[in-house]
């Protein structure tokens, strides 16, 4: 393949800055890491207290990458009468509030920190706006935002086709065209690849830890390499559901909770009710995210499920679950000891800005809320609230992190708290899921409350089964469990995945 172009407004004596990244913050680079930018998460992290809004992923390098300067790629086209094509990469951090500039450190949309040079090359020449983020998604990925950012490429006359997007994001083409763009999109999951390559790596070598000596994370500090993953083989696995019916320790529902979200919430109050004893299941106390002991029982009403929660911890397998991230951290035993995951992906709601509260409240509902209030005051208050727009839900977010694909790699059935329409997409891109074994009509449900319900519903249906029916569920699914780890260690080649970037950005 031909080398990529990549231009930047920055290059520094030890390597490239992140294009549109705020010049108040580069005497940081410079002092903490003479401007290598790539190992001043540490120093800014330690300055700042935030994670860097935007970075320099090398996600390109492998497939071949030449990086410029904007001076050096004006002179190409000026004074060597060179033609070729080039992107101007913008590549958002952890979430996207920064990109559009909703965060208290900045001044503004990062994307408005782009040279008016670079800008003059993109609209006029051989230029192209790149927008990559398929590090993380969800947060942020509203349409206000969207809708901000392509009018100020308008105000701008950059046109459409001169823009091109990479995100983690099953919905993001739906997303776009509803806005009216003719934007170039492409969605593809760098946590599917990462996460691929982690367990193939693990099956060559079981001694290999994904995070080598002194990794820095800037999610959770330093990380010491130590704790490493481990997967099934697929004969053992056999053997082992051959022998369940032998077995009365194997638990039903596996279950991780580290930050609280009202979806998990629900899902761990339906485990309550079916008894703690029958799953395992973890959370930390200190995790609550600003969510109340008074909407927590006015919305879910399980006292005992709340003091459990904010007064004890539950450790499966990592003592300090705050310090974990998405690969190298977990423990394939977990996996053989219960029947199915319930995952809790890190987006649910529709439209993820406004969560749970999204849908309109019951009158009983909105009066628990505003307890204090007199009868008339809250019923007066109710009548507006009603009369309020319901925002729109047609702009959806179809971010899956890696914790769809850990199941999968350790075959393991799942059910999925998920964005609706979740299992197509994986089906769409290989792998199979667990109907009719499962009653996953829940993922074709738009409506969030009601996929919830539908959710917990085939959560109860699993529970009531008997052992006998539970172990034949296993064998009834091990074609689907075998099939799902060879297609995920399939993914792992990078080559394949990386052409498919490689041809999208150089489509005619």
Known sequence: MENLVFGYDIITCNGEMPNCFPTKFFETIRVGTDWKFNDSGKYWMDKHNVSWPLYNSGYFDNIGLTKKGIFDICND??????????FYPIEPFGDLYSLFGEKDFLDGPLYENISQKALDEIINYNGNLLIHYSIDGGLGAERKHFDKLRK?????NVPDDKVYLIFSDFEIGNSLNKLGTNYKYMCHSQALLN?????YNIIKDPDYSYWGNDSYEPQVGKIDGLVKSSVHNLD??????????????????????????????FIIDALFKLGLDNSKVSWNKKQQCGITK???????????????????NSILDVEDINLIAGYGFESGYLYQYTYLSIIGESIFWQPIESGFFNKKLSWNEFRKKNKGLSTKEISQKYKNYKKDKIKDTDFR?????????????????FILVGPPKSLKYIKSIGFKTFSPYLDESYDNELDDEKRLKMIIECINNFA???KSEKDDFLKDTFS???????MLLSKANKVVELTKLYNFLNKK
């Not at 996460?195 to 367990?199: H, L």
Request: hydrophobic share 35%.
């Open 480 to 486: 689907i469990i075998e099939h799902n780890q060879k």
């Open 464 to 466: 009531n089964k008997s």
């Open 152 to 156: 100020w490429l308008i105000s701008k």
């Open 236 to 265: 053992e696995l056999q053997e082992y559901i051959q022998d369940c019916a032998n077995r009365d320790t194997k638990q039903d529902f596996l279950f991780f909770m580290r930050h609280w979200k009202w979806e998990r919430l």
């Open 397 to 413: 977010c179809g971010y899956l992190s890696e914790k769809i694909w850990k199941p999968i790699a350790h075959c393991h059935p």
């Open 294 to 312: 008074k909407d927590f029982l006015n919305f879910i009403d399980n006292k005992k499920l709340y003091k459990l929660l904010t007064t004890t």
């Open 77 to 86: 086209r000026v004074i060597r009468q060179l033609t070729y094509k080039w």
């Open 195 to 199: 996460k691929a390559n982690e367990y």
